[in-house]
């Protein structure tokens, strides 16, 4: 990933309404959801949503694909993924953070080390 497509990401996702959108695309999962829903959903107006969409379509956060006469927007999961991997990889010292394949699972594990040192019971933060 380039960094100014992680920028352009990040930029996207920093305006409260577009995260909200992004946030309920990933609760859908890959089979998405027709614009109206997230309309409803989010009592956003239609062409409000539009605007947004188009942004976040533009930073690659989101598909879309048309299903008869509606538009279905689906999370950007693979983009996503390399975004998530690219911050852990190439902004992440090794010692704070690594991505380790779990073969079992087939998937990747974001291990955070030494970041945020436990707690003790009974203590406020």
């Known amino acids: 990933m380039e960094i100014q497509e992680a920028l352009t990401a ?7 309404t577009r995260l909200n959108v992004f946030r309920l695309l990933v609760e859908y999962g890959p089979e998405g959801v027709p614009a109206g829903t997230l309309s409803e959903t989010l009592c956003i107006p239609h062409n409000t949503l539009s605007f947004h969409l188009t942004h976040m379509s533009n930073a690659q956060l989101v598909r879309s694909r ?3 006469r509606s538009i279905i927007y689906s999370a950007n999961f693979e983009f996503f993924t390399n975004l998530i991997r690219y911050m852990v990889e190439d902004c992440c010292r090794e010692d704070m ?25 009974g203590t406020k933060t």
């Open 10 to 16: 990040f930029t996207a996702l920093s305006q409260e």
């Open 66 to 68: 048309r299903i008869g």
């Open 97 to 121: 953070a690594n991505i380790k394949t779990h073969k079992t699972k087939n998937c990747s594990i974001i291990e955070l080390s030494h970041c945020c040192p436990p707690v003790p019971q």
